[in-house]
């Protein structure tokens, strides 16, 4: 399943490096966007019909709420600290904007993108609240393994197009060339960003360090987290570890149309681990395919190293 995405990618990608009409481009943007749509209800629907996850949202939801806030704010702050300094985003992507390196085409797709994704960015944080109603009051247990199949179906999509609008879209290499060996700075940057965020809720929260800290370490990757944190300290401690790391995606699509005006590297900030799979498509569509990729790599880096990091900061919090 690993290798599964670039799979994707890699089949994207190579459709989009050929002169493909703009209606056959248009009709494939129609299908993102209705996809994207289908993969929050999805993700809701997963988080309603899980009676761990909604029975605790009571007890341990505020903390959850104030340790994902966090982390997220602290990995903003630092990757916007890396903006202002050695690794400019917007200025690089305003730059190649200026000398052309794209068609005419690609302007006009990219035109497209922003008009579709003004309202669609309202629209997934909507779906994602009617997915949890689903699941919550609709959905029952038996109906776990379509919505996994939607959403490995939705994923497979999406990954294949992020690779026609990068193929697609020349600049996106210069961009990447650009930025060179600064870009493990963007994916560092998240990784400090998590970890103060979770230290600094653990001392508002008066919480221990295995819970603020771990949980936040997580970068949205919550699956490996919620295992890792139950099987190394128990249920309930489990738990914080698996929905601090789903409210993160949560908020980060949920805010990002603000996420967007403060600069463009805090979407990616916001998404952490995330970029790798559900947060990429969004991430792509509404801050450019140079952005896709910069997120595409910064989510490889950060979801190879959390399951590295969790077992580190278990020994050093023991």
């Known amino acids: 399943m690993t290798f599964i995405p670039f799979l994707f990618l890699a089949i994207g990608f190579y459709t989009g490096v050929r002169n493909l009409p703009e209606r056959f481009l248009k009709k494939v943007d129609t299908v993102i966007n209705v996809t994207l749509v289908v993969l929050m209800i999805t993700i809701g629907a997963n988080i309603g019909m899980n009676p761990l996850v909604m029975s605790n949202l009571g007890k341990i939801g505020i903390h959850?709420?104030?340790?994902?806030?966090?982390?997220?704010?602290?990995?903003?702050?630092?990757?916007?600290?890396?903006?202002?300094?050695?690794?400019?985003?917007?200025?690089?992507?305003?730059?190649?904007?200026?000398?052309?390196?794209s068609t005419n085409s690609e302007h006009q797709v990219n035109a497209n993108d922003g008009k579709d994704g003004s309202s669609l960015i309202f629209i997934m944080p909507a779906g994602i609240l009617f997915g949890v109603v689903l699941g919550s009051c609709v959905i029952g247990e038996e109906m776990s393994g379509m919505l996994n199949i939607a959403l490995i179906g939705s994923l497979m999509i999406l990954y294949t197009g992020v690779g026609i609008g990068i193929g697609h879209n020349k600049k996106v290499f210069h961009y990447v060339r650009q930025l060179g060996m600064k870009i493990i700075l963007l994916p560092l940057a998240i990784l400090i960003g998590s970890l103060t965020g979770g230290a600094l809720s653990g001392i508002i929260l008066k919480i221990t360090p295995q819970i603020s800290i771990l949980s936040a370490a997580g970068m949205s990757y919550y699956s490996i987290t919620g295992a890792y944190m139950t099987s190394a300290y128990g249920i309930e401690t489990g738990t914080y570890g698996f929905l601090v790391n789903v409210m993160r995606e949560f908020f980060t699509i949920l805010f990002m149309p603000v996420l967007i005006k403060i600069s463009k590297g805090s979407p990616i900030a916001g998404g952490a681990a995330g970029n790798m799979d559900t947060m990429l498509m969004p991430i792509t569509k509404f801050a450019g395919a140079e952005l896709g990729l910069a997120a595409l790599i910064t989510g490889t880096i950060l979801t190879l190293a959390v399951p590295l990091l969790l077992p580190v900061l278990h020994l050093i919090f023991i």
Request: hydrophobic letters at 60%.
């Open 64 to 101: 959850c709420v104030v340790i994902a806030v966090n982390a997220i704010l602290c990995s903003i702050l630092c990757v916007l600290i890396l903006e202002k300094t050695v690794l400019p985003l917007e200025k690089l992507q305003k730059e190649l904007a200026f000398h052309e390196l």
